[in-house]
């Protein structure tokens, strides 16, 4: 199992948030985001397989008819209890989810000759157009209650409507013989608590009988609702209550009808957010023009024009240098080179790539490449130094690497940046040859950059151990960032010096 804070390190949560903006559900989105490295073979390749099968399917044919869905488990999960209406808008969620899921069943469905995997994985997905049928025949395009979702509904908005038009007649006459007798403050029928009023001047107020609503702020408008309208105001708010009734009964049946096919909704949801992140992947393979490497479970090890995918993605495919390495009998590798130079971001690709893989996500690499699949991944990257914890930033190294003595084991990838730094360099030396020594017996696989000359030596001598070199142009005194197994490099100490600016006098005196 490779822990949170080596996946953070490597930057790998960047990668998935940047791959969850190609998700379109909100489940995508949340299964992208809780991807993790797995060592299940099966299931590694099978996921690289099903992402190989819908890049064909965007490539050759159309994206997938996928839209924004929101997480309805709960909504679905509250169907099931007996007495429970939901709101409207969930209902037409629900509605969505059922019509993208008959969608993207008959999508992938005519795509199986190209994605027999994609083809297999989505039997679960809810087909029933009957099931859209019912909800349709209640809600109109807008969302709204048809009238004629049944005959009980269209019979009290009829009869709503009928008495509304009774009460405007009644009470049009009745503003017409208020105006003639200049009693009433604007020439308009306004509504107080869904009932029809008149507004009348304060003064004339008891010149008009019936039931006083409100007031105007000044005090010189009256709202009375007239007493011959009175009962036609009380049918409408009767007929108005008996209409949300019915609208309640109709919205407890359809959501009756949902709890009984919720667990297969629920099963449909989570399969539509699968292959939307299936989906989602492959677009970002598409852009990284990614592919999914071999796989070996005897620590074999072969990059081919590999690439950091951050700083792919910030630089360009022409801004990146590839990486290109393959061990064999070797499992310790020794990496030497200039400051700057990209030793550490050659750790970071071999550890970011590695992750990514086990996750079933494809990398920017050549597909010849070759991958072992490892049990856990353990680094000491970076410079660590806690005030909080009284730890100096050689103690914190100490720290991960006593971690990573205790955990490292034969499927292990181990990553070291500057090993031995920060303490004397004799000493430190010293301590980094033991501790590689002892990850070459629990046969990890290690890759470890250092300053270190003494470290070269024993890399050239010892088993199992091989040098490494970040390339330098000496003729332009600037690294190459190329990685170059086999050779040991150098420090370039006076070279970097010069190339920044310091005087060839000091350089002479050094």
Same mark, same amino acid.
């Given at each position: ?37 797995? *060592? ?29 869905? /929101? ?29 993208? #899921? ?18 297999? #994985? ?27 979702? /049944? ?33 009433? +403050? ?9 009932? +029809? ?23 010189? *408008? ?17 007929? /108005? ?35 939307? @992140? ?10 990284? +023009? ?53 030793? *550490? ?40 130094? @806690? ?7 050689? #103690? /914190? ?34 301590? $980094? @040859? ?19 000359? #003494?470290?070269?030596?024993? $890399? ?7 040098? $490494?070199? +970040? ?40």
């Amino acid at each position: 199992m490779i822990d949170n804070s080596t996946l953070e390190k490597l930057e790998f949560p960047k990668i998935l948030t940047y791959i969850s903006h190609y998700a379109i559900t909100e489940t995508g989105k949340s299964k992208i985001l809780s991807l993790n490295p797995s *060592t299940n073979i099966k299931t590694v390749l099978q996921q690289g397989e099903l992402i190989n099968e819908a890049k064909n399917i965007l490539i050759e044919s159309f994206p997938p008819p996928l839209e924004y869905i /929101s997480d309805l488990s709960v909504e679905l999960a509250k169907s099931k209890i007996e007495g429970t209406v939901l709101r409207v808008k969930k209902i037409l969620d629900i509605l969505k989810l059922a019509s993208c #899921s008959r969608l993207l069943y008959n999508f992938i469905k005519e795509n199986s000759e190209i994605a027999p995997l994609l083809k297999q #994985s989505s039997h679960s997905l809810f087909v029933d157009k009957l099931f859209e049928h019912h909800i349709k025949k209640v809600f109109d395009e807008n969302g709204e209650v048809k009238e004629n979702a /049944s005959k009980n509904l269209k019979e009290i908005r009829k009869s709503i409507r009928e008495k509304k038009s009774d009460l405007v007649r009644s009470i049009n006459k009745i503003m017409k013989d208020l105006n003639e007798q200049k009693m009433v +403050m604007d020439d308009y029928l306004t509504l107080r608590d869904g009932r +029809m009023v008149i507004p009348i001047k304060a003064e004339h107020k008891r010149h008009l009988k019936g039931f006083i609503h409100s007031e105007s702020a000044t005090g010189q *408008t009256v709202y009375i609702e007239p007493e011959q309208t009175l009962e036609l105001n009380n049918d409408i708010i009767s007929l /108005s209550f008996a209409e949300r009734r019915e609208i309640e009964r109709l919205l407890k049946e359809l959501t009756k009808m949902i709890g009984n096919v919720a667990d297969e909704l629920k099963s449909s949801l989570d399969e539509m957010g699968e292959i939307d @992140s299936i989906f989602a992947r492959a677009h970002y393979s598409v852009e990284v +023009m990614g592919s999914f490497p071999e796989l070996n479970q005897k620590k074999h090890l072969e990059i081919r024009d590999g690439r950091h995918p951050v700083l792919l993605k910030k630089l360009g495919r022409n801004g990146t240098v590839a990486l290109d390495l393959k061990l064999e009998d070797e499992n310790i590798v020794v990496i030497t080179g200039p400051n700057a130079g990209g030793k *550490t971001v050659v750790l970071k690709t071999i550890g970011l790539l590695s992750a990514l893989v086990q996750s079933g996500i494809h990398i920017p690499v050549n597909p010849d490449s070759n991958f072992p699949l490892c049990e856990n991944i353990l680094i000491d990257i970076g410079d660590e130094q @806690s005030i909080e914890d009284d730890l100096s930033t050689f #103690s /914190s190294h100490l720290k991960n690497i006593k971690h990573i003595l205790e955990q490292a084991n034969e499927n292990s990838l181990v990553l070291l940046d500057e090993i031995g730094t920060g303490t004397d360099p004799s000493e430190g030396a010293s301590l $980094a @040859s033991a501790v590689l020594m002892r990850l070459r017996d629990c046969r990890a696989t290690v890759f470890a950059s250092t300053h270190h000359g #003494s470290l070269k030596l024993i $890399a050239h001598d010892e088993k199992k151990f091989v040098n $490494a070199a +970040m390339e330098f142009d000496n003729e332009k005194l600037t690294p190459t960032y190329k990685f170059k197994l086999g050779i040991p490099g150098s420090s370039y100490a006076f070279e970097v010096a010069k190339r920044i600016g310091i005087d060839d006098k000091l350089l002479n005196e050094a």
